[in-house]
């Protein structure tokens, strides 16, 4: 089970930082990964990262975003630095048994999403 933290309403420029729990299975065999669903939209890989701690990111967040995670706590973290207006989506993490893969199918396991909104 995936479980993400509050999002919330900011205004440009602000930082928010996500976080996921995860329980029932060994967080540490999975690869993690944030995905992305604008209103009306695709979903869209936001960043990933391996079961050792390699990371990737989509060219839309690098450098503003970081993935991260605490095995020995079971939890995912982004933190979202220099915030945009088009950032604004629902934000979901999820688990996967490959590493570095950017599409959804690659993950079996999802949380239940968290909207974050970042206003002009």
């Known amino acids: 089970q995936l479980v993400e933290s509050r999002g919330g309403l900011v205004q440009a420029g602000d930082s928010l930082r996500l976080s996921c729990a995860a329980s029932g299975g060994t967080f540490s065999n999975y690869a993690m990964g944030w995905f992305r669903q604008p209103t009306g939209k695709e979903r869209e890989f936001v960043a990933t990262?391996?079961?050792?701690?390699?990371?990737d990111y989509a060219d839309s967040v690098k450098g503003r975003f970081t993935i991260s995670r605490d095995n020995a706590k079971n939890t995912l973290n982004l933190q979202m630095n220099s915030l945009k207006p088009e950032d604004t989506a629902v934000y979901y993490c999820a688990a996967s048994l490959f590493n570095w893969f950017r599409v959804p199918t690659a993950y079996a396991y999802w949380g239940q999403g968290t909207q974050v909104t970042v206003s002009s």
């Open positions: 990262i391996t079961n050792n701690g390699g990371t």
